[in-house]
């Protein structure tokens, strides 16, 4: 039915159901009017792109052009600045990328741009993406300065996807693009009340991301809804040469918005993480009335009380991801202009942050950093002992549990409420063990959200195999029509 109303809709020219599309300027200077208005509290946005008003009108062109264009066009997205685009630097929050200007867009960014999207700008993060320091304080950079919690200014936005989280949340975009190693899409939409998706790792390109871990990091959309999270993903996602991660994507890529259906969740076996609650007494409701709408649904829910041995994944992933930093940093580095940007290895930013200290290091240091310098490559023995671990006891593990179950996904509470900045004691997350295996096996991991506690937004986490982003999506997005849980912050 869904095929057939839109065929319906793409032939009849300048309807009703176009109406959305026909204003792309008028849209794009409402979010930028919202962000004078109110970003300078927040801090989400690093800077403006400067053209996004002549890519506004572009948009305005193709909507009078075209009866029904395509679904993004002109919707205002932000993307987060470890993404290389072009005409603003490209800094992963580091003064010593201040002058970094990418001669090309990343390919996620350029697949987005054919698909219609005006891009506004760039967010600020958690600068290096929260790799720098074991005490660093998310949400801050060197660059942008601390982003804040829209639901509560003096709470965290989390990270390392912080502005991008909290410009959405703040209505500052339509929608936003984070990148995630551990966390760092579910965590920031999670507490900022938004879907967030972090896709199998190979979905979609990396070629033009700072990157902490090949094994580990990818892009993935940040949203007000689980069908505008598809519709982005079906942009982004594909197989790129330069990443041979994605060598299987375009044959597991599709439209994800088609076929969404708000009885989806109807004769589903799904797994209940009881493993990953437990932490905090008023989200532990929240997730049990969460759990009281999927059985209304139809779903059919089983109890899983353990994951075997996860810990030892955990305890393995750090090794993986400080000697994949090393690599990784020197690769990005190489591709950048070295006329502007003095830095080539992790030991050059190492130096450079000691000799910036003041502007630098005055929050949280870079023990870190200094950590992944002493590693040794991608051949080190205890780098391919540690990844083994890793592979083995997420991976299989969740391969398992899905197995073993008969289930189709997993969830569970996404993590408890934000936390009060505090740069003396660092970030204090209350929970956060629902997405964990995923992000260490490349699984995906979709986070929608579940209600308030006390004013503050919490997640439901639906964990699926590799390449079932379709599954979660679907199940997800029924749960969302159902529940109606998002409630936006009042600023």
Same mark, same amino acid.
């Given at each position: 039915?869904?095929?057939?109303?839109?065929?319906? %809709?793409?032939?009849?020219?300048?309807?009703?159901?176009?109406?959305?599309?026909? @204003?792309?300027?008028?849209?794009?200077?409402?979010?930028?009017? @919202?962000?004078?208005?109110?970003?300078?509290?927040?801090?989400?946005?690093?800077?403006? =792109?400067?053209?996004?008003?002549?890519?506004?009108?572009?948009?305005?062109?193709?909507?009078?052009?075209?009866?029904?264009?395509?679904?993004?066009?002109?919707?205002?997205?932000?993307?987060?600045?470890?993404?290389?685009?072009?005409?603003?630097?490209?800094?992963?929050?580091?003064?010593?990328? #201040?002058?970094?200007?990418?001669?090309?867009?990343?390919?996620?960014?350029? @697949?987005?741009? *054919?698909?219609?999207?005006?891009?506004?700008?760039?967010?600020?993060?958690?600068?290096?993406?929260?790799?720098?320091?074991? =005490?660093?304080?998310?949400?801050?950079?060197?660059?942008?300065?601390?982003?804040?919690?829209? &639901?509560?200014?003096?709470?965290?936005?989390?990270?390392?996807?912080?502005?991008?989280?909290?410009?959405?949340?703040?209505?500052?975009?339509?929608?936003? %693009?984070?990148?995630?190693?551990?966390?760092?899409?579910?965590?920031?939409?999670?507490?900022?009340? !938004?879907?967030?998706?972090?896709?199998?790792?190979?979905?979609?390109?990396? $070629?033009?991301?700072?990157?902490?871990?090949?094994?580990?990091?990818?892009?993935?959309?940040?949203?007000?809804?689980?069908? *505008?999270?598809?519709?982005?993903?079906?942009?982004?996602?594909?197989?790129?040469?330069?990443?041979?991660?994605?060598?299987?994507?375009?044959?597991?890529?599709?439209?994800?918005?088609?076929?969404?259906?708000?009885?989806?969740?109807?004769?589903?076996?799904?797994?209940?993480?009881?493993?990953?609650?437990?932490?905090?007494?008023?989200?532990?409701?929240?997730?049990?009335?969460? !759990?009281?709408?999927?059985?209304?649904?139809?779903?059919?829910?089983?109890?899983?009380?353990?994951? /075997?041995?996860?810990?030892?994944?955990?305890?393995?992933?750090? $090794?993986?991801?400080?000697?994949?930093?090393?690599?990784?940093?020197?690769?990005?580095?190489?591709?950048? =202009?070295?006329?502007?940007?003095?830095?080539?290895?992790?030991?050059?930013?190492?130096?450079?942050?000691?000799?910036?200290?003041?502007?630098?290091?005055?929050?949280?240091?870079? *023990?870190?950093?200094?950590?992944?310098?002493?590693?040794?490559?991608?051949?080190?023995?205890? &780098?391919? #002992?540690?990844?083994?671990?890793?592979? #083995?006891?997420? @991976?299989?593990?969740?391969?398992?549990?899905?197995?073993?179950?008969?289930?189709?996904?997993?969830?569970?509470? $996404?993590?408890?409420?934000?936390?009060?900045?505090?740069?003396?004691?660092?970030?204090? &997350?209350?929970?956060?063990?629902?997405?964990?295996?995923?992000?260490?096996?490349? &699984? /995906?991991?979709?986070?929608?959200?579940?209600?308030?506690?006390?004013?503050?937004?919490?997640?439901?986490?639906?964990?699926?195999?590799?390449?079932?982003?379709?599954?979660?999506?679907?199940?997800?997005?029924?749960?969302?029509?159902?529940?109606?849980?998002?409630?936006?912050?009042?600023?």
């Amino acid at each position: 039915m869904r095929l057939i109303a839109l065929a319906l %809709i793409a032939a009849v020219p300048l309807t009703a159901a176009a109406a959305e599309y026909e @204003r792309p300027l008028e849209s794009v200077k409402g979010y930028i009017a @919202r962000a004078d208005a109110v970003d300078g509290k927040i801090g989400a946005i690093l800077r403006r =792109d400067p053209t996004a008003l002549d890519q506004a009108k572009a948009a305005d062109r193709r909507s009078r052009m075209h009866g029904m264009p395509p679904r993004l066009n002109g919707r205002a997205i932000l993307i987060k600045d470890n993404i290389d685009v072009v005409g603003m630097p490209n800094t992963g929050g580091s003064l010593a990328l #201040k002058d970094n200007f990418p001669r090309r867009d990343a390919p996620l960014v350029a @697949r987005l741009r *054919d698909a219609g999207v005006v891009i506004l700008g760039k967010t600020n993060l958690s600068e290096w993406a929260n790799i720098r320091s074991s =005490d660093s304080v998310s949400g801050w950079s060197a660059v942008g300065g601390q982003t804040r919690n829209p &639901y509560d200014l003096g709470r965290s936005p989390c990270g390392s996807s912080s502005g991008s989280g909290a410009a959405v949340a703040a209505g500052l975009a339509w929608a936003a %693009i984070g990148t995630e190693t551990d966390g760092s899409i579910t965590c920031p939409a999670s507490v900022n009340g !938004l879907v967030g998706l972090k896709p199998t790792v190979g979905l979609v390109p990396r $070629t033009g991301v700072i990157l902490i871990s090949a094994s580990q990091d990818t892009a993935g959309p940040m949203t007000t809804s689980v069908e *505008d999270a598809a519709d982005l993903l079906t942009a982004m996602a594909g197989s790129d040469p330069a990443d041979p991660a994605t060598k299987d994507a375009d044959a597991h890529k599709r439209n994800y918005a088609l076929g969404l259906s708000p009885d989806a969740l109807k004769g589903q076996r799904i797994g209940v993480m009881r493993y990953a609650a437990g932490f905090h007494t008023e989200t532990d409701a929240a997730f049990e009335a969460a !759990l009281k709408v999927l059985e209304s649904q139809g779903a059919i829910l089983v109890d899983i009380k353990e994951f /075997p041995n996860r810990s030892e994944a955990g305890n393995s992933e750090l $090794t993986v991801l400080l000697t994949e930093l090393k690599v990784g940093m020197a690769d990005y580095l190489a591709t950048t =202009d070295p006329a502007k940007v003095q830095v080539r290895s992790l030991a050059d930013v190492i130096a450079f942050n000691k000799a910036h200290a003041a502007e630098e290091m005055g929050l949280f240091g870079q *023990d870190l950093f200094e950590q992944a310098e002493k590693t040794g490559g991608l051949k080190d023995p205890d &780098y391919l #002992k540690a990844k083994a671990t890793a592979d #083995k006891v997420a @991976r299989g593990g969740l391969d398992k549990l899905l197995a073993d179950n008969e289930v189709v996904a997993l969830v569970g509470p $996404t993590l408890g409420p934000s936390w009060m900045i505090d740069p003396v004691l660092g970030d204090r &997350y209350v929970g956060g063990g629902a997405g964990n295996a995923a992000a260490v096996a490349g &699984y /995906p991991h979709l986070t929608v959200p579940m209600g308030l506690v006390r004013g503050l937004p919490v997640g439901l986490s639906f964990v699926g195999p590799k390449w079932s982003e379709a599954t979660l999506l679907n199940l997800g997005y029924a749960y969302e029509q159902a529940s109606k849980a998002r409630m936006a912050p009042k600023l």
